[in-house]
């Protein structure tokens, strides 16, 4: 994948990670996914940030520049951070100019400010859409809590997807609304959804990659499964090392320069 171009409806389902550094990039720009997002969810994941409100524009833009040179084969997508987008114009403008010349292909950002979202488009940034569990109005929204449960919220979700299709984005992230929510809405939008926490019906997914490789022992929420051990292969991986060195079996005479 590497234009927007290529964010369809009805093809095979659209695959996206999220990624922050230039090592896991490298990874999975060898990998089948078709696109990164560099959420800002890297605030909590590699910062230890309760949530996401932390995440600045400068800290985006130094995650977006290390994935973009550990994949320069992937479509990148640059979170835009809290306030960064229902403040000033020019804040909003400064966010996706450093986003974009760290290597950004395109931004996101939650929320429907379809006004911001038509202007950008305009100039000529494409902009993937966020709703349903908006992390960043964690505070607003009582917690990480499913959205979208009452039918005029579900209508609600569907006319503030409507409204950001029409303003241009090509795509929308829907996160944490339930399956028969995220279905009409899907079926009723041109462009496609990318569901976490969405069920099955959206015309992709998305994970954290460190959740989805089971790297994170203190969080697992329902909807992330766990395709590897990674906590307990690096457990594994340090009691072996550290028993190796006090053992003296590390290094052999092999390992060392003669
Ligand atoms: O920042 C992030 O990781 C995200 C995903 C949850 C979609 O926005």
Excluded at 9 to 23: A, E, F, H, N, R
Excluded at 164 to 182: D, H, I, R, S
Excluded at 198 to 221: E, Y
Aim: charged share 20%.
């Amino acid at each position: 994948m590497n234009s927007i171009h290529d964010f369809r409806k009805g093809g095979p389902k659209i695959t996206m990670l999220t990624c922050y550094d230039y090592w896991s990039a490298r990874l999975l720009n060898d990998s089948p996914v078709d696109c990164i997002l560099v959420g800002d969810s890297s605030a909590m994941v590699m910062h230890g940030y309760p949530d996401t409100i932390s995440a600045t524009t400068e800290l985006i833009a130094l995650h977006t520049r290390a994935v973009k040179l550990g994949a320069p084969d992937r479509f990148v997508i640059g979170d835009m951070p809290f306030l960064t987008f229902n403040g000033s114009l020019d804040r909003a403008m400064d966010c996706v100019l450093k986003l974009m010349q760290a290597g950004a292909q395109a931004v996101k950002l939650e929320g429907a400010h379809t006004e911001l979202v038509r202007h950008l488009v305009r100039s000529g940034v494409p902009v993937m859409g966020h709703l349903g569990l908006t992390p960043q109005s964690v505070h607003a929204l009582g917690g990480f809590k499913v959205q979208a449960k009452t039918e005029a919220a579900a209508q609600k979700l569907l006319e503030d997807a409507l409204a950001l299709q029409e303003a241009g984005c090509f795509a929308l992230v829907l996160e944490c609304v339930p399956t028969p929510v995220a279905e009409n809405l899907t079926r009723s939008l041109e462009i496609p959804t990318i569901g976490i926490g969405a069920g099955p019906h959206c015309d992709g997914q998305v994970l954290v990659l460190q959740d989805m490789l089971g790297g994170q022992t203190h969080f697992k929420p329902r909807f992330v499964r766990q395709y590897a051990d990674l906590a307990g292969t690096i457990k594994q991986a340090v009691h072996a090392f550290v028993e190796d060195v006090r053992q003296q079996a590390f290094p052999t005479l092999e390992e060392s320069y003669k």
